[in-house]
């Protein structure tokens, strides 16, 4: 499907170049395309700020599941009766 709408669009817009990767077919593509749309467009100083926040956010995310994560492992969960009691937990 998703190489006949690449088709459709290339009929329709022949002088358009497509490069059509993965994140696993090539991990930096999404870096450089990134930086390069952040470079290209109007809102340049918008762009960049949320970009440059983005690693930020993150780490907050990560330290906020480690410590839930934590928490969790401290339960006493071998303790629980009900199956339907510990799946709820988890």
């Known amino acids: 499907m998703v190489a006949d709408l690449l088709e ?3 009929s329709r817009a022949p002088t358009s170049r497509l490069n059509l990767s993965t994140r696993n077919s090539n ?7 990134t930086t ?4 290209n ?3 340049k100083s918008k762009s960049t700020g949320f970009i440059n ?3 930020a956010k993150f780490d907050s995310i990560t330290k906020l599941g480690n410590a839930e994560l934590a928490a969790i ?3 006493p969960l071998d303790a629980i009766q009900s199956n339907d009691s ?5």
């Open 36 to 39: 390069t749309c952040a470079n």
């Open 73 to 75: 492992k401290k339960l």
């Open 41 to 43: 467009t109007a809102g």
């Open 27 to 33: 991990p930096t593509k999404a870096d450089d395309l």
């Open 8 to 10: 459709e669009y290339r």
């Open 86 to 90: 510990g799946q709820s937990v988890l």
């Open 53 to 55: 926040a983005v690693p």
